[in-house]
């Protein structure tokens, strides 16, 4: 029953598998809706009248907030009074139809022991949403505890103390579910902050090419492939295909784009949930290649149809699975908004005014990942764990000797090109150009005040001038960039290792003498710069 997906068929299936209601569950297309995602912050400020359990003793006490399956904590307080102070943040993912908020304040008795002294229920309906910078009202939460009287089934509630404190919905920021440079969308929470589209991004999955067999049926080697492809808050997945290595799709979607800054994702997958193979209890769907389209790379209104290569990398190295062809256009309602955009921060101004930590926004984006796993696992069909995992890119982030040496060639080339073309300057390769930059450093040296704005001109003036080398397609897995074709099997079982660890003792120790190897380098050249540093500090 049809060829499409979109939100005008939803039900559509592949009829050459309807035997049953089951399997017809599992093979047909569907379009997927992500939940929407906010920040929650709770400013925890300080308390009031603090009634601790010990009269005779000043609290070691701290606020423990906790959200669905999230718990954060403030720090111990300051043990000189019974009016602790905080002034801490504690952020969270909060989901539509919001939850509610649960706070406590705990008193340290012992080294493990920590006794609650108060809760707070605070419902996510009832809390501001802030769309700027602008600071929120601050208001006085009354904890109560529940006291059992004379050991009696009635109960008491109490009052404990107070704690101001200010909670808010953010809704200037993007809720990042994963990495920066590979997300689809870049858009605020709150919609009155969104910007109009600028053009329409249609995909047409056609068919692929030799793929590899990822189980056996009847004692033969096939295949059940079906896409996945994502972009903003939409995911579809293609019909099943069937005992098939070389499967035809010919399914159609199309997105809005707001930001051509943004990553087109397609991973083809095996589906494992069909009826008449050699099925093990709970198993996923296997992973068989992913493609990565960036919008940038796209001509405006030209179709590309293209073959790109499905790249499979795990702790075995990197291989070829097969060929998925595709059919991609960007359709641009407005040019000139799309050049403004380029002009603007990646992230929402929210990002930047009141920016999170490392370690913040590494735990809130695992935190978003798990509840778009949770609510895609809950659909009809569900979408598997691992499948969103690997759409995702959810895995920790692990040290990894690859990853750091295509870092360091990454660095090296562009020291490399800045380097070469000071070094044009210098032996006036172009005369011309020479002596404008020579004309340029003058006028910098008499007014200082514009250097910044000549610096960032020029930005803008090589992008454009490098504009005209900008490739007529957009470009194809390199496994070279990525030093995954030269990798040893001992750095990429390091790499796919889970944390703890799972190897021995002694390939721990020696993994630890070389990373103690590559840190005494990386100590001996931070020195060397740190004592050029001073030499000019102090001459």
């Given at each position: 029953m049809g060829t499409q997906a979109e939100e005008i068929f939803p039900e559509s299936w592949h009829s050459d598998?309807?035997?049953?209601?089951?399997?017809?569950?599992?093979?047909?297309?569907?379009?997927?809706?992500?939940?929407?995602?906010?920040?929650?912050?709770?400013?925890?400020?300080k308390a009031q009248d603090l009634i601790p359990?010990?009269?005779?003793?000043?609290?070691?006490?701290?606020?423990?907030?906790?959200?669905?399956?999230?718990?954060?904590?403030?720090?111990?307080?300051?043990?000189?009074?019974?009016?602790?102070?905080?002034?801490?943040?504690?952020?969270?993912?909060?989901?539509?139809?919001?939850d509610v908020l649960i706070?406590?304040?705990?008193?340290?008795?012992?080294?493990?022991?920590?006794?609650?002294?108060?809760?707070c229920v605070v419902p996510l309906s009832d809390v501001e949403m802030r769309l700027d910078e602008k600071p929120v009202r601050c208001l006085w939460y009354e904890f109560v505890k529940q006291a059992t009287i004379r050991g009696e089934k009635e109960e008491k509630i109490r009052s404990v103390?107070?704690?101001?404190?200010?909670?808010?919905?953010?809704?200037?920021?993007?809720?990042?579910?994963?990495?920066?440079?590979?997300?689809?969308?870049?858009?605020?929470?709150?919609?009155q902050l969104w910007k109009s589209s600028i053009g329409v991004l249609e995909l047409g999955i056609?068919?692929?090419?030799?793929?590899?067999?990822?189980?056996?049926?009847?004692?033969?080697?096939?295949?059940?492939?079906?896409?996945?492809?994502?972009?903003?808050v939409k995911w579809v997945t293609t019909r099943t295909i069937t005992n098939s290595l070389s499967p035809t799709w010919n399914e159609h979607y199309n997105w809005e784009v707001f930001d051509p800054c943004t990553v087109l994702t397609i991973g083809v997958f095996d589906n494992s949930n069909l009826q008449g193979g050699d099925k093990v209890e709970g198993a996923k769907d296997s992973r068989i290649g992913k493609v990565r389209i960036r919008l940038s790379t796209l001509q405006a209104d030209r179709v590309y149809a293209l073959s790109y290569p499905l790249m499979l990398f795990d702790n075995a190295g990197v291989r070829k699975t097969g060929e998925i062809y595709l059919t991609v256009r960007f359709i641009c309602s407005s040019s000139l908004n799309t050049t403004y955009l380029y002009s603007q921060p990646l992230l929402p101004k929210m990002h930047y005014l009141q920016n999170l930590t490392k370690a913040s926004e590494s735990y809130l984006r695992h935190q978003a990942q798990q509840i778009i796993i949770m609510r895609l696992n809950?659909?009809?069909?569900?979408?598997?764990?691992?499948?969103?995992?690997?759409?995702?890119?959810?895995?920790?982030?692990?040290?990894?000797?690859?990853?750091?040496r295509v870092n360091f060639f990454r660095l090296m080339a562009i020291l490399e090109a800045v380097a070469k073309r000071f070094d044009h300057i210098c032996n006036w390769r172009n005369p011309i150009i020479t002596f404008l930059i020579h004309i340029l450093f003058i006028i910098l040296v008499l007014n200082p005040k514009l250097i910044l704005p000549t610096f960032f001109l020029s930005l803008s003036l090589i992008s454009i001038w490098n504009y005209r080398k900008k490739p007529m397609h957009p470009p194809l897995t390199d496994t070279c960039l990525?030093?995954?074709?030269?990798?040893?099997?001992?750095?990429?079982?390091?790499?796919?290792?889970?944390?703890?660890?799972?190897?021995?003792?002694?390939?721990?120790s020696m993994r630890y003498d070389r990373l103690r190897m590559i840190a005494a380098t990386i100590q001996t050249v931070v020195g060397d710069w740190a004592t050029q540093g001073e030499r000019l500090e102090r001459p």
């Open positions: 598998d309807a035997s049953s209601a089951d399997v017809m569950e599992n093979i047909r297309s569907k379009v997927y809706l992500l939940p929407k995602l906010w920040y929650l912050r709770v400013d925890v400020f359990s010990d009269e005779y003793r000043l609290p070691e006490v701290f606020v423990k907030a906790s959200l669905g399956n999230q718990t954060r904590r403030t720090k111990f307080a300051n043990r000189e009074s019974f009016n602790p102070v905080w002034d801490e943040s504690l952020m969270f993912v909060a989901v539509e139809p919001f706070l406590s304040v705990e008193d340290k008795v012992a080294s493990d022991k920590d006794e609650v002294l108060g809760r103390g107070n704690i101001l404190m200010s909670i808010s919905l953010e809704g200037g920021y993007h809720v990042l579910d994963e990495s920066t440079c590979d997300s689809s969308d870049l858009r605020t929470t709150a919609k056609l068919n692929a090419q030799g793929l590899k067999p990822m189980k056996r049926k009847d004692g033969q080697a096939t295949t059940d492939a079906y896409c996945v492809a994502k972009y903003g809950r659909a009809d069909p569900p979408m598997g764990k691992a499948v969103v995992e690997y759409m995702l890119e959810s895995g920790p982030s692990m040290w990894s000797i690859r990853k750091s990525s030093c995954a074709d030269t990798a040893l099997p001992d750095e990429l079982s390091e790499e796919f290792d889970g944390f703890p660890t799972s190897f021995s003792p002694d390939i721990v």
